[in-house]
Protein backbone atom coordinates (compact mmCIF):
# COMPACT_ATOMS: atom_id res chain seq x y z
CA UNK A 1 0.00 0.00 0.00
CA UNK A 2 1.02 3.59 -0.50
CA UNK A 3 -0.10 6.86 1.49
CA UNK A 4 0.03 10.59 0.31
CA UNK A 5 -0.09 13.05 2.68
CA UNK A 6 -1.29 16.46 1.52
CA UNK A 7 -0.66 19.95 3.31
CA UNK A 8 -0.66 23.17 2.25
CA UNK A 9 -4.65 24.39 1.86
CA UNK A 10 -5.97 26.86 4.07
CA UNK A 11 -8.20 30.67 3.24
CA UNK A 12 -5.98 33.02 1.38
CA UNK A 13 -7.33 36.68 -0.10
CA UNK A 14 -7.46 37.38 -3.68
CA UNK A 15 -4.10 38.00 -5.81
CA UNK A 16 -2.30 35.87 -2.64
CA UNK A 17 -0.12 32.86 -2.47
CA UNK A 18 -0.59 29.03 -1.44
CA UNK A 19 1.91 25.82 -1.44
CA UNK A 20 0.49 22.72 -1.74
CA UNK A 21 2.93 19.66 -0.99
CA UNK A 22 2.01 15.87 -1.26
CA UNK A 23 4.17 13.07 -0.10
CA UNK A 24 4.23 9.55 -1.03
CA UNK A 25 5.05 6.37 1.35
CA UNK A 26 4.76 3.26 2.11
CA UNK A 27 5.56 -0.28 0.11
CA UNK A 28 8.61 -0.61 -2.92
CA UNK A 29 7.40 1.65 -5.94
CA UNK A 30 8.76 3.30 -8.58
CA UNK A 31 6.11 7.03 -9.46
CA UNK A 32 5.48 7.92 -13.17
CA UNK A 33 3.55 11.21 -12.91
CA UNK A 34 2.72 13.01 -10.00
CA UNK A 35 0.03 15.55 -10.62
CA UNK A 36 -2.69 17.87 -8.46
CA UNK A 37 -6.32 17.84 -9.23
CA UNK A 38 -9.11 20.10 -7.95
CA UNK A 39 -13.12 19.89 -7.74
CA UNK A 40 -14.89 22.66 -6.58
CA UNK A 41 -18.72 22.30 -5.30
CA UNK A 42 -21.28 21.16 -7.70
CA UNK A 43 -18.14 20.50 -10.53
CA UNK A 44 -16.62 17.49 -11.55
CA UNK A 45 -12.81 17.22 -10.81
CA UNK A 46 -10.12 18.56 -13.29
CA UNK A 47 -6.68 18.21 -13.85
CA UNK A 48 -4.56 21.43 -12.62
CA UNK A 49 -0.98 20.50 -13.15
CA UNK A 50 0.96 16.88 -13.62
CA UNK A 51 4.88 16.22 -13.79
CA UNK A 52 6.26 13.56 -15.33
CA UNK A 53 9.94 11.80 -13.77
CA UNK A 54 11.83 13.68 -15.90
CA UNK A 55 10.57 16.55 -14.93
CA UNK A 56 8.11 17.43 -18.08
CA UNK A 57 4.89 20.12 -17.26
CA UNK A 58 1.08 20.00 -17.92
CA UNK A 59 -0.75 22.57 -16.87
CA UNK A 60 -4.75 23.73 -17.52
CA UNK A 61 -4.99 27.12 -19.27
CA UNK A 62 -6.61 28.71 -16.11
CA UNK A 63 -3.58 28.01 -14.14
CA UNK A 64 -0.87 28.98 -16.34
CA UNK A 65 1.07 31.72 -15.60
CA UNK A 66 0.25 31.33 -11.97
CA UNK A 67 0.66 27.60 -10.44
CA UNK A 68 4.01 25.88 -10.67
CA UNK A 69 4.09 22.20 -10.16
CA UNK A 70 7.69 20.78 -9.22
CA UNK A 71 9.02 17.55 -7.19
CA UNK A 72 11.43 15.87 -5.55
CA UNK A 73 12.04 12.17 -6.92
CA UNK A 74 14.46 11.52 -3.89
CA UNK A 75 11.99 12.67 -1.24
CA UNK A 76 8.62 11.27 -3.28
CA UNK A 77 7.10 14.59 -2.79
CA UNK A 78 4.88 17.28 -5.04
CA UNK A 79 4.49 20.53 -4.89
CA UNK A 80 2.07 23.22 -6.60
CA UNK A 81 2.53 26.92 -5.81
CA UNK A 82 -0.17 29.00 -6.18
CA UNK A 83 0.18 32.72 -7.01
CA UNK A 84 -2.14 35.30 -8.29
CA UNK A 85 -4.89 33.25 -6.62
CA UNK A 86 -8.57 34.10 -7.81
CA UNK A 87 -12.06 33.34 -6.06
CA UNK A 88 -12.74 31.16 -8.92
CA UNK A 89 -9.26 28.88 -7.81
CA UNK A 90 -11.42 27.73 -4.74
CA UNK A 91 -12.01 23.74 -4.25
CA UNK A 92 -10.94 20.89 -2.52
CA UNK A 93 -7.38 19.94 -3.92
CA UNK A 94 -6.10 16.55 -4.66
CA UNK A 95 -2.44 14.88 -5.02
CA UNK A 96 -2.75 12.09 -7.94
CA UNK A 97 0.25 9.79 -7.76
CA UNK A 98 0.91 6.88 -10.83
CA UNK A 99 3.08 4.45 -10.01
CA UNK A 100 4.61 0.94 -10.61
CA UNK A 101 3.71 -1.04 -7.12
CA UNK A 102 7.28 -3.69 -6.99
CA UNK A 103 5.61 -5.85 -4.54
CA UNK A 104 2.31 -6.73 -5.85
CA UNK A 105 4.20 -5.57 -10.03
CA UNK A 106 1.29 -3.78 -11.22
CA UNK A 107 0.95 0.05 -12.45
CA UNK A 108 -1.75 2.11 -10.17
CA UNK A 109 -2.67 5.15 -9.20
CA UNK A 110 -3.29 6.93 -5.73
CA UNK A 111 -5.38 9.93 -4.76
CA UNK A 112 -4.18 11.81 -1.90
CA UNK A 113 -7.43 13.10 0.72
CA UNK A 114 -7.79 16.45 -0.49
CA UNK A 115 -7.09 20.12 0.90
CA UNK A 116 -9.28 22.66 0.96
CA UNK A 117 -8.35 25.94 -0.82
CA UNK A 118 -10.11 28.93 -0.35
CA UNK A 119 -9.90 31.99 -1.90
CA UNK A 120 -12.05 34.85 -0.58
CA UNK A 121 -11.73 38.73 0.70
Known amino acids: QVQLVESGGGLVQPGGSLRLSCAAS????????MGWYRQAPGKQRELVAV???????NYADSVKGRFTISRDNAKNTVQLQMNSLKPEDTAVYYC???????????????WGQGTQVTVSS
Open 96 to 110: NVDLFDLVRILRTNY
Open 26 to 33: GSRFSINA
Open 51 to 57: ITTSGNT
